[in-house]
């Protein structure tokens, strides 16, 4: 139905039950009509004055005119009001009539005709505005930590979430940051990034504008032997970081404790006040050396008046070098014991073969000096001297036989160790009657055991000469009636060189034969490996030397026919000469036996 069908309805109802209806009472006029010019020129004031011109995607301030379970009643001035939810009031529990708050205006008018308006955004807008005036002015915002991050903690500020670094927490390092979640924090806008909505901020700038001042403070009152209280700000093995209030300084590990101690972290722990005294600084490079022991009195001073040169004592091994061990007999007091008064071997080993790390041993006093606060100790000195027992010079008397181990060789010979503290030397020529031996590592190696006998004992100045040849009977002895000069033997030559060869002769024996004496019959030369006669030339028993000559066989023999009269004269007489060469090997017998001896004593 019309409106013009609906007021002709109304006026037709009203002319049935009034008889004297007046048609122009009822006429209305427009708008404005019956108003003369001026009443209606103020009229269109006052409405106009109660209307603001308003701009869609900016910020405004409302009042509030009315609040129910769901909206909030806005009026800013505009031909209607706006409608906000509650929820976006929850910052404002204490909310009532007549309030100014913040508003966004998003549309003027929606499809339904209703002014939409958002204090959510406006706090999001308003926010962002606070943070680049906090920017640019390089001014200190407080915001709510809110959670950690990955490298980091994420901050409230006027609602919008920013990252602050772990790095520029604070200026020292951060081990935890879950102790400041919930907290307020002051801090400053390092970085923005619109592009992404990004916001960086910082509280450690804040701290070092206030530890420089500090820093100034405390190198300008900086003097040596000044103590001072610090944080351990970071631990190494070399040391301590200590936190002075804005300069840091080394407490290095060796001024830690005047005991030995491995790591700073055996003592001291991350985050510990400590009370240290200032050793040394360098105003240029601004480097602080500290101490902490020297808080202390120095333990030597505490030492006891008993302890004297010859005292025992005990301690623990704490350090194990290649020259000795380091005895602990109380923090900070310590001895070298050397390798050499850990055993009276003569034979000087490793240090780790008699002591390690953390063994708690008794030790004797050999030197004392406490006004240079060292001491050297032993540990042999707790058993008697093998040299000085009673039984000594009859143990080891001459020509008794003993085994032992070899511990060292040398050029001119080798050490036997009999007992601990109680070595020998063999020399070189007393190791065989028959090989020539030019080292001792042709004999033996360091480990073997090796029988000897006792050759000459030194008590006062504990020297024992030993023989291992001297166990059995020199066969030059016998040796000097089975090669006598001019008897004739098989020898194999072993090797040769420009001055002549060397031979192996019956037995195990060698000889010699110089160059000249190597011609064969032919006019050539012996080689080695050759299986040929020999003349024996040169006997010596002292020197166990043996020359010999292949030329010689078949010379003398040429001269042979060079008289023949005498040769006739003497044929009847008994052929002597010529065989009287082989009959010098001697007795069979006994060379089967010296040969039985010989072969006993290589077994």
């Given at each position: 139905?019309?409106?013009?069908?609906?007021?002709?309805?109304?006026?037709?109802?009203?002319?049935?039950?009034?008889?004297?209806?007046?048609?122009?009472?009822?006429?209305?006029?427009?708008?404005?009509?019956?108003?003369?010019?001026?009443?209606?020129?103020?009229?269109?004031?006052?409405?106009?004055?109660?209307?603001?011109?308003?701009?869609?995607?900016?910020?405004?301030?409302?009042?509030?005119?009315?609040?129910?379970?769901?909206?909030?009643?806005?009026?800013?001035?505009?031909?209607?009001?706006?409608?906000?939810?509650?929820?976006?009031?929850?910052?404002?529990?204490?909310?009532?009539?007549?309030?100014?708050?913040?508003?966004?205006?998003?549309?003027?008018?929606?499809?339904?005709?209703?002014?939409?308006?958002?204090?959510?955004?406006?706090?999001?807008?308003?926010?962002?505005?606070?943070?680049?005036?906090?920017?640019?002015?390089?001014?200190?915002?407080?915001?709510?930590?809110?959670?950690?991050?990955?490298?980091?903690?994420?901050?409230?500020?006027?609602?919008?979430?920013?990252?602050?670094?772990?790095?520029?927490?604070?200026?020292?390092?951060?081990?935890?940051?879950?102790?400041?979640?919930?907290?307020?924090?002051?801090?400053?806008?390092?970085?923005?990034?619109?592009?992404?909505?990004?916001?960086?901020?910082?509280?450690?700038?804040?701290?070092?504008?206030?530890?420089?001042?500090?820093?100034?403070?405390?190198?300008?009152?900086?003097e040596k032997g000044q103590v001072l209280e610090g944080v351990i700000k970071n631990m190494t093995n070399f040391g301590v970081f200590i936190d002075l209030?804005?300069?840091?300084?080394?407490?290095?590990?060796?001024?830690?404790?005047?005991?030995?101690?491995?790591?700073?972290?055996?003592?001291?722990?991350?985050?510990?006040?400590?009370?240290?005294?200032?050793?040394?600084?360098?105003?240029?490079?601004?480097?602080?050396?500290?101490?902490?022991?020297?808080?202390?009195?120095?333990?030597?001073?505490?030492?006891?008046?008993?302890?004297?040169?010859?005292?025992?004592?005990?301690?623990?091994?704490?350090?194990?070098?290649?020259?000795?061990?380091?005895?602990?007999?109380?923090?900070?007091?310590?001895?070298?014991?050397?390798?050499?008064?850990?055993?009276?071997?003569?034979?000087?080993?490793?240090?780790?073969?008699?002591?390690?790390?953390?063994?708690?041993?008794?030790?004797?006093?050999?030197?004392?000096?406490?006004?240079?606060?060292?001491?050297?100790?032993?540990?042999?000195?707790?058993?008697?001297?093998?040299?000085?027992?009673?039984?000594?010079?009859?143990?080891?008397?001459?020509?008794?036989?003993?085994?032992?181990?070899?511990?060292?060789?040398?050029?001119?010979?080798?050490?036997?160790?009999?007992?601990?503290?109680?070595?020998?030397?063999?020399?070189?020529?007393?190791?065989?009657?028959?090989?020539?031996?030019?080292?001792?590592?042709?004999?033996?190696?360091?480990?073997?055991?090796?029988?000897?006998?006792?050759?000459?004992?030194?008590?006062?100045?504990?020297?024992?000469?030993?023989?291992?040849?001297?166990?059995?009977?020199?066969?030059?002895?016998?040796?000097?009636?089975?090669?006598?000069?001019?008897?004739?033997?098989?020898?194999?030559?072993?090797?040769?060189?420009?001055?002549?060869?060397?031979?192996?002769?019956?037995?195990?024996?060698?000889?010699?034969?110089?160059?000249?004496?190597?011609?064969?019959?032919?006019?050539?030369?012996?080689?080695?490996?050759?299986?040929?006669?020999?003349?024996?030339?040169?006997?010596?028993?002292?020197?166990?030397?043996?020359?010999?000559?292949?030329?010689?066989?078949?010379?003398?023999?040429?001269?042979?026919?060079?008289?023949?009269?005498?040769?006739?004269?003497?044929?009847?007489a008994p052929a002597a000469a010529a065989p009287a060469e082989k009959s010098t090997f001697g007795d069979i017998d006994a060379l089967a036996e010296l040969k039985e001896k010989m072969e006993g004593g290589k077994k």
């Amino acid at each position: 139905m019309t409106l013009g069908l609906l007021k002709i309805r109304v006026i037709l109802n009203i002319m049935s039950n009034q008889k004297d209806f007046n048609w122009e009472d009822f006429d209305t006029k427009g708008f404005g009509e019956g108003y003369s010019k001026d009443k209606r020129a103020e009229m269109e004031a006052l409405y106009a004055g109660t209307l603001n011109e308003i701009t869609e995607k900016e910020v405004i301030k409302g009042t509030v005119v009315g609040i129910n379970d769901k909206d909030v009643i806005i009026n800013i001035g505009f031909k209607s009001d706006g409608l906000v939810p509650r929820t976006e009031f929850r910052d404002l529990p204490d909310l009532k009539i007549g309030d100014e708050v913040e508003l966004f205006i998003e549309e003027q008018e929606n499809a339904l005709g209703q002014l939409v308006l958002s204090r959510k955004k406006a706090k999001m807008v308003r926010a962002w505005q606070d943070i680049e005036d906090a920017f640019a002015n390089d001014s200190v915002i407080e915001g709510l930590v809110k959670r950690r991050t990955k490298g980091g903690l994420i901050v409230d500020i006027y609602g919008v979430e920013a990252f602050l670094p772990g790095s520029q927490i604070d200026v020292k390092p951060i081990r935890d940051f879950d102790v400041y979640v919930g907290k307020m924090m002051e801090v400053k806008v390092v970085k923005i990034n619109h592009t992404n909505d990004n916001v960086v901020v910082s509280h450690k700038v804040l701290i070092e504008k206030d530890l420089e001042k500090q820093k100034a403070e405390i190198l300008n009152n900086l003097e040596k032997g000044q103590v001072l209280e610090g944080v351990i700000k970071n631990m190494t093995n070399f040391g301590v970081f200590i936190d002075l209030g804005g300069v840091d300084g080394l407490l290095h590990i060796t001024d830690i404790s005047w005991g030995r101690i491995n790591h700073p972290e055996e003592v001291l722990n991350l985050d510990d006040k400590v009370q240290i005294v200032v050793l040394d600084f360098d105003d240029d490079k601004k480097r602080i050396s500290l101490g902490m022991k020297q808080l202390t009195a120095h333990p030597w001073d505490a030492l006891s008046a008993e302890l004297e040169v010859g005292s025992r004592v005990k301690g623990k091994i704490v350090n194990v070098a290649d020259y000795g061990a380091f005895l602990e007999l109380a923090a900070g007091v310590e001895g070298l014991i050397h390798v050499s008064e850990m055993s009276w071997s003569q034979h000087l080993r490793n240090p780790a073969d008699f002591v390690q790390v953390g063994d708690e041993i008794e030790a004797v006093v050999l030197t004392l000096d406490k006004d240079e606060r060292k001491m050297s100790l032993g540990i042999k000195q707790l058993t008697e001297d093998p040299w000085t027992k009673g039984d000594m010079a009859a143990k080891y008397a001459v020509g008794t036989k003993h085994k032992g181990v070899v511990r060292n060789l040398t050029g001119f010979g080798l050490f036997l160790e009999l007992e601990e503290g109680i070595d020998g030397l063999v020399h070189v020529s007393d190791l065989s009657w028959t090989k020539k031996i030019k080292h001792p590592s042709e004999f033996v190696k360091v480990g073997d055991e090796l029988e000897v006998a006792v050759l000459e004992l030194d008590v006062d100045n504990r020297r024992l000469a030993l023989g291992h040849k001297q166990l059995e009977e020199n066969p030059w002895d016998t040796f000097e009636t089975v090669f006598p000069v001019g008897s004739v033997h098989k020898c194999t030559v072993v090797s040769k060189n420009e001055k002549g060869a060397v031979l192996e002769l019956p037995y195990g024996l060698e000889g010699f034969a110089t160059s000249k004496n190597l011609e064969k019959e032919d006019g050539s030369s012996v080689e080695v490996g050759e299986a040929l006669d020999f003349r024996v030339t040169e006997f010596s028993k002292d020197d166990k030397r043996i020359v010999l000559s292949h030329t010689a066989t078949f010379k003398e023999e040429a001269k042979a026919p060079a008289a023949p009269k005498k040769a006739k004269k003497q044929a009847d007489a008994p052929a002597a000469a010529a065989p009287a060469e082989k009959s010098t090997f001697g007795d069979i017998d006994a060379l089967a036996e010296l040969k039985e001896k010989m072969e006993g004593g290589k077994k």
